[in-house]
């Protein structure tokens, strides 16, 4: 039960800096960073502890074994040497992620089905049955990544991306993922302002998930709290005792963080977009705790009864997906002169993926961080409003 293995989590690009200190803070020792993620040590509290709490990994990894696949007959001779009994009762069910990069095995599917014939053959030869394939929360979920024809095999603890905490189900005009959103409020500044009751606006929340993150973080709320399954509450080696003692503990978090939440606002002026907002604010447990309202942007500004100054942060269009360059222009520019009329002495942080558009907002940055959205290249722009 105290055994500590070594995983790996992942990340998108840009990430693995603010996922190294989140591990650390979690318990992991021996974090080190690599490409899109960073490795671990640990024993099941403290993996179970990441799945739960960590903000900004996708995927939490168990390896189990590496080794040369340079053809499909390799491949299943590789899978063959684990011992897939120590995971897996024989009448479970199971589920393989493979991906390829630099490898001779290109037909990611077919290598999949090699794995799985490899597990499920070796099931059928010791026991006579075979476990099932199921590919929405299998037993067990298997990831296969192949690089330069080396193999490493590991077990999914996540099951599905972390990111996915459950709370958000409407998604109003290409909404950011929660870890992106919760990696701009940790690079914005966001939790030291909140311990500080500073206040929160998001002028273009869309369907809310800066502002909803933003409440989770001040509020102390696990993010895996809302969700339903992870990969492995059916795994063998799971230890429910462990678990139950987190989800316990995380509960008295939510109780006494609750009461601590500084003001949180998102406004936007789609009603649509509001209105998902809110039915994701529901879900999230924080209703009457964060403030959704359709509002121009030039009606945007700080309550007049706020007492502290706090942050400003924003995700406008950036003509990738929404709207083209030239006419995002004006709207850029209309942040800027709001920012400057009505948030004096606040801190502001706008994420775009178009560096121009940034520059017609009119102030300089303070400070600007290079994240990614999905496989785009955005900036983070710092600013101190004055």
Request: hydrophobic share 40%.
């Amino acid at each position: 039960m105290q055994t500590k293995h070594t995983y790996f989590a992942t990340a998108p690009r840009g990430m693995e800096s603010i996922l190294m200190r989140e591990l650390k803070a979690l318990g992991g020792s021996n974090v080190k960073q690599a490409w899109s993620g960073a490795s671990f040590s640990g024993n099941l509290k403290i993996v179970y502890q990441v799945c739960l709490w960590s903000r900004i990994a996708n995927r939490i990894l168990l390896p189990l074994s590496s080794f040369r696949a340079a053809n499909p007959d390799e491949l299943y001779q590789g899978i063959q040497q684990i011992e897939w009994d120590e995971h897996l009762d024989c009448k479970g069910t199971l589920a393989v992620d493979l991906q390829s990069s630099r490898s001779a095995i290109t037909h990611t599917h077919y290598g999949a089905l090699k794995v799985k014939d490899a597990v499920v053959d070796q099931f059928r030869d010791k026991y006579g049955v075979r476990p099932d394939v199921q590919l929405e929360c299998p037993d067990i979920r298997i990831n296969v990544y192949l690089f330069k024809d080396q193999a490493t095999v590991s077990l999914d603890l996540s099951g599905e991306s972390l990111h996915r905490r459950g709370y958000r189900k409407e998604g109003i005009l290409a909404p950011l993922k929660e870890n992106l959103a919760a990696a701009i409020l940790i690079k914005a500044g966001w939790p030291k302002m909140a311990r500080a009751g500073g206040a929160l606006i998001d002028p273009m929340c869309g369907s809310g998930t800066l502002a909803i993150e933003a409440a989770l973080m001040a509020a102390d709320f696990a993010p895996g709290m809302l969700r339903e399954h992870f990969g492995f509450l059916k795994w063998k080696q799971h230890h429910p005792p462990i678990w139950e003692e987190l989800i316990a503990e995380a509960e008295d978090r939510e109780n006494s963080g609750i009461v601590k939440l500084p003001p949180i606002f998102g406004y936007d002026t789609n009603p649509l977009a509001i209105k998902g907002a809110l039915a994701n604010l529901e879900r999230s447990g924080l209703t009457g705790f964060v403030h959704f309202e359709r509002r121009e942007m030039i009606d945007c500004q700080p309550p007049a009864d706020l007492k502290k100054k706090g942050l400003l942060v924003v995700n406008p269009p950036y003509g990738e997906r929404i709207g083209k360059i030239r006419e995002l222009r004006p709207l850029y520019a209309s942040l800027g002169k709001q920012m400057q009329r009505y948030f004096q002495g606040w801190d502001a942080a706008v994420f775009t993926g178009n560096t121009e558009l940034g520059k017609s907002i009119g102030l300089r940055a303070s400070k600007i961080y290079t994240l990614y959205n999905g496989t785009l290249r955005c900036s983070l722009l710092k600013f101190k409003i004055s």
